[in-house]
């Protein structure tokens, strides 16, 4: 029972996020895709960037577009459902666990964000030209930190969905999307904080980190990046610890 | 069907609901009467699974509605207060997902949402956009959806409000059939004559407690005083209230004497002597028997609406 529920709630969410492909793409892929134009593109070939810098880029573009499109696709509708449509409603009263809803929506948010970087690798590849150092050798491993950099994203959704209202989405944009954005290790490798002693270790509570740096460790193995086993266990503790968050919080605006 | 013991709900300081005890029986058409804040959301809440109770206890077609809550919404369907369908999805999307979160093949959920549009008088709406519906369209649509996985108790929580006149009289219509049907149906209002005309029995809430709880027409042979004879007379009153013949008491504003009696048989023909004697014409004479509405003055010190 609760399987087949669950597919049909997938379903649901297929359906729907296909009628909104156009301004899932757009709100997911808009600012990456800008930024490769200007500084994978424009920039390197103005001379004002070094070639090499695409090589460093190319993961941090794939992992934003992949924790965008995971938070995204989570945290708005639950804002939106919880704080004025309710349509969440009519699945909350499905004959299954509360829980198995908000698991469902990361689940989701997931799919969306393997879906976003699948998109967005080959279009990146194509706007920059030749990156040096790209390899595909390690899919199992990209594979690894697009489930589990969707899964921290998603459940992050799911505790912020539950925890804001409304009126607060502008503020989370400024407030947590942009130094998240800024300071997620997505423009610049970790190693390159060397220098800013405070800045590299304050960085460390940004989820996004560990999942350029495990893009870094997938798509540009030889580029200098985060050890494998500190991204890896970084990840899971994250996900377990949002997802905990995010689940009490499911549960206090799904049962009054 | 329903059984509600000692149930309590504090949100904060405000308590919601304060010891409320209720039964309902299966296939009953019951009324929730009270006032906004009176707790007839909450305990519709309580019973459709997604409030949790302070204390007391809340069973639904035999499930615990806290400890069995998965078994109970197999049971029940749920429209709420204000239409919220998914409106990423078209009318008959929301129905065919809507029965198969409760497990039912698209197949089959498909062929109850063609025959649910239908007979709600919305198949011609079945491929548009939620947005595009009335209100009264919307509400159709969320009793078809809350009747598509067949559950054995429909709740529907202030159904007719916000609607035109003619909406409210056609969702009135369908309720009717609901229960005709021999499905157990509980619905909230604060609309007197709408419990009066549609529900087996009526519970009066009032600050989270059952004020009573019988047949709309026990409940109103409960109401205090009698029925109330309005006469209008073809020119002012003199200032004293007359003593008339079968009448408890009158009250008199300009041409209108309002006059209670325990019988309008009897009190009419005193009324009308009453008139000869003082030399004045009868223009008006409206007769208002006890009401829901006086009985829950009486209990409440308040009015409904």
Redo the contacts between chains.
């Keep these: 029972?609760n399987a087949?529920?669950f597919g049909?709630?997938l379903?649901?969410d297929a359906?729907?996020a296909k009628?909104?492909i156009a301004g899932i793409i757009i709100r997911t892929m808009m600012q990456p895709v800008l930024f490769v134009i200007v500084f994978g593109l424009l920039l390197p070939r103005m001379g004002m960037i070094p070639r090499g810098y695409n090589t460093t880029m190319l993961p941090g573009i794939a992992a934003l577009c992949l924790t965008m499109a995971s938070i995204w696709s989570v945290t708005m509708p639950l804002i939106a459902d919880f704080g004025m449509?309710?349509?969440i409603?009519?699945?909350?009263?499905?004959?299954?666990?509360i829980e198995l809803i908000a698991i469902q929506k990361v689940f989701s948010g997931i799919v969306q964000g393997a879906i976003a970087v699948v998109f967005v690798l080959p279009a990146a590849r194509l706007l920059m030209g030749p990156v040096p150092g790209l390899t595909l050798q390690n899919l199992p491993l990209l594979f690894l930190i697009v489930i589990l950099g969707g899964a921290v994203f998603s459940a992050f959704g799911l505790f912020l969905g539950t925890a804001l209202q409304p009126q607060h989405i502008s503020l989370m944009m400024q407030v947590i999307f942009a130094p998240m954005i800024m300071f997620g290790c997505a423009y610049y490798p970790w190693r390159g904080l060397d220098h800013f002693p405070v800045l590299k270790y304050a960085v460390l509570i940004n989820p996004l980190v560990y999942i350029s740096e495990g893009m870094r460790a997938a798509l540009t193995p030889g580029v200098d990046h985060m050890p494998l086993p500190a991204i890896l266990g970084a990840l899971i503790a994250l996900t377990v610890g949002l997802m905990w968050l995010g689940l009490r919080g499911f549960r206090r605006r799904?049962?009054? | 069907m329903i059984q509600i013991r000692g149930l309590r709900k504090i949100y904060g300081s405000v308590v919601a609901l304060d010891g409320l005890d209720l039964d309902v029986a299966e296939g009953e058409m019951f009324g929730l009467l009270g006032p906004n804040g009176a707790g007839k959301t909450t305990t519709i809440?309580v019973l459709?699974?997604?409030?949790?109770a302070t204390a007391g206890t809340a069973h639904v077609a035999g499930c615990d509605v806290t400890s069995e809550s998965?078994?109970a919404?197999?049971r029940?369907g749920?429209v709420?207060q204000?239409p919220?369908?998914?409106?990423?999805?078209t009318v008959r999307?929301?129905l065919v997902?809507?029965a198969?979160?409760?497990?039912i093949p698209r197949a089959e959920a498909s062929h109850r949402a063609d025959a649910l549009l239908e007979r709600l008088g919305i198949a011609d709406k079945r491929d548009a956009k939620v947005d595009e519906l009335s209100g009264g369209q919307q509400q159709r649509m969320m009793i078809a959806?809350a009747l598509t996985h067949e559950p054995r108790v429909l709740f529907l929580d202030e159904p007719t409000v916000g609607l035109d006149p003619q909406a409210r009289l056609g969702l009135r219509e369908i309720l009717r059939d609901l229960h005709t049907q021999g499905r157990t149906v509980v619905m909230t209002t604060h609309y007197m004559e709408e419990a009066d005309q549609l529900c087996d029995r009526v519970a009066i809430v009032d600050r989270g407690k059952l004020l009573a709880c019988d047949t709309p027409a026990a409940l109103r042979a409960q109401a205090p005083g009698e029925t109330i004879v309005e006469v209008t007379f073809d020119r002012e009153l003199a200032a004293d209230a007359p003593e008339i013949a079968g009448v408890t008491r009158t009250e008199s504003r300009g041409t209108v004497l309002r006059a209670y009696a325990p019988s309008a048989a009897a009190a009419i023909p005193a009324l009308f002597a009453f008139a000869e004697s003082r030399g004045y014409a009868v223009r008006d004479i409206q007769i208002a028997r006890p009401s829901l509405e006086t009985l829950f003055i009486s209990l409440t010190g308040r009015k409904l609406a």
């Design positions: 029972m087949r529920v049909a709630l379903l649901r359906v729907v009628r909104e449509t309710k349509e409603e009519d699945r909350l009263l499905a004959p299954v666990p799904a049962i009054g | 809440g459709t699974t997604r409030v949790k998965v078994a919404r197999a029940i749920v709420p204000r919220n369908p998914d409106r990423g999805l999307e929301n997902f809507h198969t979160y409760f497990g959806r």
